[in-house]
């Protein structure tokens, strides 16, 4: 009985605690969408998915980690994708300032990039250019890049390398490539292999 | 006629026609700048300043121009059409 009696505050304090847990995460869910935090997310996302690309100005910084263009894995970004275009919609941006507009076109337009990489122009499936950057280009930028050679960097590197069978495997289950393309990539590697005295 | 022999003239044919709208994107792009100049030009007049200008378009960095004459010339004609495109 004694027991109980010491262990009843210790209940109610539980309960307490509980409840007020349950009220912060049902407000938490019940909060609207911001477009800062819709932002913060498609970066941090985009910067795991984005492709790797030739383009001489770096746009954001790649995240680390092994990449995948599996068709499950590119199924999965366009589920990401459409989730984040729902919460686009339901932003109420009528009676924003014009410069937080503004931003928030922008997100529009980010993810319009994304569903043109997915499903307009799909380089993924016609273009053999495009794992020559996810592998080759991967791996250039992780050298390329300006000092210090952490090793972290080093390591980010090693998984770069270690991944190019991978992709180049998903590569061939994924492309439907037109011949020109084709032969563009051959020529890029061919060059590139001129250019190391054909040592690749 | 520009000067190019096969080989180059093919593979900048194939390079372009792998990145649809790249190329175009050169030619919309100074036509874009050059429409939003001459709208600032029209409506600071005398106040108009090309460096203010110049320096307004780089600090903001690789956004599209339509949303940039937006936010600096209040003007979101461009961003409604294109919109209205978009539907």
């Known amino acids: 009985m004694e027991l109980c009696y010491a262990a009843q505050p210790m209940l109610q304090s539980f309960l307490a605690v509980l409840l007020l847990l349950l009220c912060t995460l049902s407000s938490a869910q019940s909060m609207p969408d911001s477009l800062e935090q819709l932002s913060s997310d498609f970066c941090t996302w985009r910067a795991r998915y984005r492709p790797f690309t030739f383009d001489d100005v770096p746009r954001m910084e790649h995240a680390g980690g092994v990449r995948d263009w599996s068709e499950e894995t590119v199924a999965r970004q366009r589920l990401d994708l459409a989730a984040f275009e729902r919460r686009w919609k339901e932003l109420h941006s009528e009676n924003w300032p014009v410069a937080k507009k503004v931003d928030c076109q922008l997100v529009a337009s980010a993810l319009a990039r994304v569903r043109w990489e997915l499903d307009v122009y799909p380089r993924w499936r016609l273009d053999p250019m495009f794992y020559v950057e996810q592998t080759v280009v991967a791996l250039q930028e992780g050298l390329m890049a300006p000092p210090p050679f952490s090793a972290e960097r080093a390591h980010e590197i090693v998984v770069r390398a270690e991944n190019i069978p991978a992709i180049l495997l998903q590569a061939r289950s994924n492309l439907k490539p037109v011949q020109a393309f084709a032969g563009l990539a051959i020529g890029f590697l061919l060059r590139r292999n001129d250019d190391a005295g054909g040592s690749l | ?87």
């Open chain 2, 1 to 87: 006629m520009v000067p190019m022999d096969r080989k180059s003239a093919e593979t900048d044919a194939t390079d372009y026609a792998a990145s649809p709208g790249l190329g175009i994107a050169y030619e919309i792009g100074k036509l874009q700048i050059e429409r939003m100049l001459a709208r600032r030009r029209l409506q600071q007049g005398a106040e108009f300043n090309l460096r203010e200008f110049q320096d307004q378009v780089w600090m903001n960095g690789n956004v599209p121009f339509s949303l940039l004459q937006w936010e600096l010339l209040g003007l979101d004609d461009e961003v409604k059409r294109a919109n209205e495109l978009a539907q």
